[in-house]
């Protein structure tokens, strides 16, 4: 059965929490390699699914955390809108691991993050409590942020039913163009260009090659493609690379074991020697390398940022940047409030949450 | 196993009596003398912030000029049990620094640095009483500027937008405060400092970034914030256009988005106000007009042309009947006077006004409006509309005169009205201007008891002791409860879940 099954998810979180055992909520499992550790018995959100409403001069849709992200993306592209943070699927994703993973895509830097377009959630807390928060409408300061907080929490604070996302009319024209810049001056070269008014929706640089996406009215698309220069791809070869850089499926990725995310500061020193590729005007960067956990994370953290052991982490070490005492404490008691009997898989992201 | 709810979740803002003598003594041997206020005289200006009609005097006035300053001021409030109350620059439209009769009204006005600005990275780092627009000011040398700008902007501080999310007339297509911050540097009642957000675009960890912002001050003090700036567009014009009927206006506002367009601004004003600012700031606005929309391009001089096009031929085909496109930058500037002095126009009118502040969806408004002018007869007193159309996002301005009982209950029960009304409609309560003590019993309304004590154990997380503004933004039960006994829906008790006291 595939639909509303609402019901049957809240007796199983009601069950749990009276016998204190631990689930893990699962939609497509496709971010499953992304943890510290999958423990407890399988909740699945995958059979609940469906879009509930979607209106395209609201720009909002409302879905069950099950339905597949690709179903999401094609009922807005009917319409000529999309998912603005352009998510990656890395597999069968559901809309609910979207934005418990909080995971977003080449746009990010210009166009905004999944949370940015989060507008509202219906959970089950973890005293299987049925909760709302947020809405459909694009301004809500009544409460406190839940719908912002449940994005990039894992499934940590509670079991996601239902989500009301933002959504953005596809741009009339894109361009992407190709341009040579060496490592040496790609960061301040990125940086310079993000302070102009230009309409850039992503970029990205390996190996000495410079792609810049540019979006929006044909008019204004063709005029920065006349100031930035470089040579334009071909459209089918443009989405492709995107696709693949989003969906790491370049060899940025294929080729590196492990490879760690490190989200910095944008115009952070790009250490010298090192193979790393950079996206999201050089605040997003990926780093095949064999140092040791302890080392990256210096290195981000002398970027003023952080750093995710996302493929291959080597065992006994954090996979999440661990966070300061303080900043820990307040997670706890966060997680507390939302989940008393530490049921909503546990240690998914910390061993303390 | 159910949590345990904290005290302040039951009952509101009930304190042990604090000792007036030894709390002031203790923070005079803190600050330096000049940042200690305690007269009557001087404590007046601390009374009540943009909600006029809501004051209450504090104990004592403090205005520290260094964090740790602030963090001195925190931990004498926890000594003492002292409630307190931040506050920015007191422009706040819903009563969120309103003083605590028992405590501490912190004043952050003092702390007014712009840290740095990062021309290449494109941020800014400033304390958090520096003024919105100042932000810009200093950012513009460098083809840079920060884009939320909500109508009090010469005056607002930086710290009040975060802790009320603040919006403005640019929000649709550049998001609010929450959009727009990087990190923040926040002091709990503890006095222990959490760096919140980073440098980079995320942070590990829950966000608390969007947590803290919005949250009204009841969570930690912010001391200082790191905001994302945008390269200045080239160029900026803006349509204004008349309509027959608000209706239509309304209409023509869901056409815009559904043909793919998201404008920079895209605010509807009804007659009643567009007469108003008339009067006041001569912006040229069409006197013949049911309403207005003024819609804004920006970007490069290429997109801006082919949007301007665009968005005439949309307004058109949906029955505006005419269409003036500023010519020039004075010209822009003029259209957007008009709304931004919308409030200060009613002000002129009345001796008071009641400016509400729900969400709707958009295919709500004409609807919404006919409601409002329903509401008018009902009540027997007028209504002004300027809306964030494109958001969604309705300011109906009530007049009245507050020195007339019946009035000010009247005013009173169409606010209530009007935010019932948006919560029906699938709306929310407050786009932008916060729930503070105003609109805290409609909370009531719009989040069930458990939604309620799950905020409460948010609150709790941070302050466990229920000292940071208390009795603001989360009505307690019993205060639900209360508001339910003098709102009963057509001879139903409304929230039958709640224990009655």
Redesign the interface.
């Known amino acids: 059965m595939t639909g509303d099954i609402e019901d049957a998810l809240v007796e199983q979180v009601r069950v749990a929490c009276d016998g204190?055992t631990p689930l893990r909520i699962r939609g497509g499992g496709s971010k499953d390699f992304l943890a510290q550790s999958l423990a407890g018995d399988m909740l699945d959100t995958s059979k609940h699914r469906g879009i509930v409403a979607y209106?395209?001069?609201?720009?909002v849709i409302t879905a069950r955390a099950g339905t597949p992200l690709a179903e999401i993306e094609a009922a807005l592209a009917e319409h000529?809108?999309m998912l603005a943070f352009e998510p990656p699927h890395f597999g069968p994703a559901t809309l609910g691991g979207c934005v418990a993973s909080?995971l977003s895509g080449p746009a990010?830097?210009t166009s905004?993050?999944v949370?940015?377009f989060v507008l509202g959630v219906k959970i089950i807390?973890g005293?299987a409590?049925?909760?709302?928060?947020g809405?459909?409408?694009?301004?809500?300061?009544?409460?406190?942020?839940?719908s912002?907080?449940m994005?990039?929490?894992w499934g940590t604070?509670g079991v996601m039913l239902e989500l009301s996302i933002k959504t953005?009319?596809?741009a009339?024209a894109t361009e992407t163009l190709v341009l040579d810049v060496p490592a040496a001056s790609v960061v301040?070269w990125m940086?310079?260009l993000?302070?102009?008014?230009?309409?850039i929706s992503a970029t990205f640089w390996h190996r000495g090659v410079l792609h810049v996406r540019l979006s929006?009215?044909?008019?204004?698309v063709?005029?920065?493609r006349r100031e930035i220069g470089g040579d334009a791809l071909a459209a089918d070869a443009a989405a492709s690379l995107w696709q693949q850089v989003r969906e790491q499926k370049h060899r940025f990725a294929t080729d590196a074991a492990p490879l760690w995310r490190l989200?910095?500061?944008?115009?952070a020193d790009l250490p010298q020697g090192t193979d790393m590729a950079l996206e999201?005007l050089g605040?997003?960067r990926w780093w095949g390398t064999s140092l040791s956990p302890d080392q990256v994370r210096a290195v981000a953290q002398a970027?003023?940022?952080?750093a995710?052991a996302f493929r291959g982490a080597p065992r006994g070490y954090s996979v999440?940047?661990?966070?300061?005492s303080?900043?820990?404490a307040?997670?706890r008691?966060?997680k507390?409030?939302?989940d008393?009997?530490g049921i909503f898989n546990p240690g998914r992201?910390?061993a303390e949450? | 196993m159910p949590n345990a709810l904290p005290w302040f979740a039951e009952h509101d803002g009930q304190f042990n009596e604090v000792r007036a003598e030894a709390l002031i003594a203790d923070l005079l041997a803190a600050l330096p003398p000049d940042s200690v206020v305690h007269d009557r005289e001087g404590l007046r200006t601390f009374e009540c912030d943009g909600l006029t009609a809501f004051r209450t005097t504090p104990l004592v006035a403090v205005l520290p000029e260094t964090e740790a300053q602030v963090q001195a001021v925190l931990r004498i409030c926890l000594a003492h049990g002292a409630p307190i109350v931040a506050r920015g620059a007191g422009t706040g439209l819903s009563g969120g620094a309103m003083p605590h009769a028992q405590g501490v009204l912190l004043s952050m006005a003092r702390l007014k640095r712009i840290v740095h600005i990062d021309a290449l990275a494109r941020t800014a780092t400033v304390q958090p009483g520096v003024r919105n627009k100042a932000i810009s000011e200093a950012a513009a040398p460098f083809g840079l500027y920060y884009a939320p700008d909500p109508s009090s902007q010469v005056a607002c501080s930086i710290g009040g937008n975060v802790a009320e999310n603040a919006g403005g007339v640019h929000c649709l297509k550049y998001g609010l405060t929450v959009h727009n911050v990087l990190r923040l540097r926040a002091l709990t009642i503890d006095g222990e400092i959490l760096d919140i957000g980073s440098e980079a675009l995320d942070a590990p960890g829950y966000d608390l970034l969007a947590l803290l912002t919005g949250s009204e001050g009841l969570l930690a003090v912010i001391t200082e914030i790191t905001v994302r700036l945008l390269p200045i567009p080239q160029l900026a014009r803006c349509v204004m256009a008349s309509f027959d009927s608000v209706e239509q206006a309304g209409e023509a506002v869901a056409a815009i988005i559904a043909a793919g367009l998201i404008p920079a601004g895209l605010e509807l004003m009804d007659q009643p106000a567009t007469a108003a600012v008339e009067d006041f700031v001569h912006a040229g606005y069409p006197l013949d007009a049911a309403a207005i929309l003024l819609v804004e391009a920006d970007g490069t001089p290429e997109s801006v042309a082919e949007e301007i096009g665009r968005i005439e031929a949309v307004l058109r085909a949906h029955g505006a009947t005419r269409c003036q496109v500023s010519r020039d930058e004075s010209e822009r500037l003029r259209f957007w006077a008009g709304r931004k002095a919308a409030f200060p126009a009613a002000g002129r009118l009345s001796p008071d006004y009641y400016c509400m502040d729900g969400t709707i969806p958009r295919k709500r408004l004409g609807r919404m409006l006919q409601d409002i002018a329903a509401m008018e007869h009902t009540y027997g007193l007028r209504c002004l509309n300027v809306f964030h159309a494109g958001d969604g996002n309705l300011h109906p301005l009530i007049l009245f005169d507050a020195n007339d009982a019946d009035q000010l209950a009247r005013a009173d029960a169409f606010g209530i009205a009007i935010l019932e009304r948006t919560v029906a409609l699938g709306g929310t309560i407050s786009g932008e201007h916060g729930v503070g003590i105003e609109k805290i019993g409609v909370m009531c309304e719009q989040f069930s008891v458990g939604e309620r004590t799950l905020f409460f154990g948010l609150k709790a997380a941070f302050d466990a002791y229920g000292l940071l503004n208390p009795a603001k933004a989360i009505p307690s039960l019993h205060r639900c409860a209360e508001f339910g006994r003098m709102h009963v829906h057509g001879g139903q008790l409304p929230h039958p879940d709640l224990p009655r006291f």
């Open positions: 204190r209106e395209p001069s609201e720009l000529g809108q909080g990010r830097a905004g993050a949370r940015d807390d005293q409590r049925v909760l709302r928060f809405g459909t409408v694009m301004k809500n300061v009544a409460g406190f942020d839940v912002r907080l994005t990039g929490a604070l953005l009319p596809a009339p301040h940086n310079r993000a302070g102009r008014p230009l309409p929006g009215a044909a008019t204004a063709a005029a920065a989200s910095v500061r944008s115009t999201w605040a997003q970027a003023g940022g952080h995710t999440f940047h661990p966070l300061t303080a900043m820990l307040v997670q008691r966060i507390q409030a939302f008393p009997a992201i910390y949450l």
